[in-house]
T-cell receptor
């Protein structure tokens, strides 16, 4: 079974600085998908960024980028120019490759609570 | 409204009560999900529906009963719950036929069982 590990339960960063959240996973599959979701306090969980394992290029969405190291099974999230609104719980998630009726399953890590300080 | 909505946002119930959680998606998706989010634990997938057919029941106790009358609505019927069932219950939806099949979440229902 796939597992997702987020080793940092809590992190903090000063506004405008850069922070990196770590995520590792375990799988025997070669093709899969990885996601970072953000859950602000008392608010909806939203997708931040996603990465297809077959793509070598790291995904980027504005201030958010990932460092995808397939051999190391690592998928870290870098937030540049941190803003107060980035304060949230961040979840790393893994999705099985399609086929066999299992492409809908997301396996989540326990999350990292990020606090951006003014 | 847009996206995925859930009602009620907060629910307090006794162990002998019967209540229902409602989820509605306005995204034209074909798949819907129920997750349980407890403190300091990963999100736990409970049920998956694809085209109104249940395709996953992740060993959830029978005191939780899902219902999907159409592709836009999903319910979670609750009865004889235990205090350890107190959690945030999240609904999500996805297209169902795309790769990767990104899931979009609702705001959740905060359930407290007394």
């Amino acid at each position: 079974a796939q597992t997702v590990t987020q080793s940092q339960p809590e992190m903090s960063v000063q506004e405008a600085e850069t922070v990196t959240l770590s995520c590792t996973y375990d799988t025997s599959e070669n093709n899969y998908y990885l996601f970072w979701y953000k859950q602000p306090p008392s608010r909806q969980m939203i997708l931040v960024i996603r990465q297809e394992a077959y793509k070598q290029q790291n995904a980027t969405e504005n201030r958010f980028s990932v460092n995808f190291q397939k051999a190391a099974k690592s998928f870290s999230l870098k937030i540049s120019d941190s803003q107060l609104g980035d304060t949230a719980m961040y979840f790393c998630a893994f999705m099985n490759p399609p086929g066999g009726g299992s492409n809908y399953k997301l396996t989540f890590g326990k999350g990292t609570l990020l606090t951006v300080n003014p | 409204e847009t996206g995925v909505t859930q009602t009620p946002r907060h629910l307090v119930m006794g162990m002998t009560n019967k209540k229902s959680l409602k989820c509605e998606q306005h995204l034209g998706h074909n798949a819907m999900y129920w997750y349980k989010q407890s403190a300091k634990k990963p999100l736990e997938l409970m049920f998956v529906y694809s085209l109104e057919e249940r395709v996953e029941n992740n060993s959830v106790p029978s005191r939780f009963s899902p219902e999907c009358p159409n592709s836009s609505h999903l319910f979670l019927h609750l009865h004889t719950l235990q205090p350890e069932d107190s959690a945030l219950y999240l609904c999500a939806s996805s297209q169902g036929d795309r790769v990767p099949d990104t899931q979009y979440f609702g705001p959740g229902t905060r359930l407290t069982v007394l």
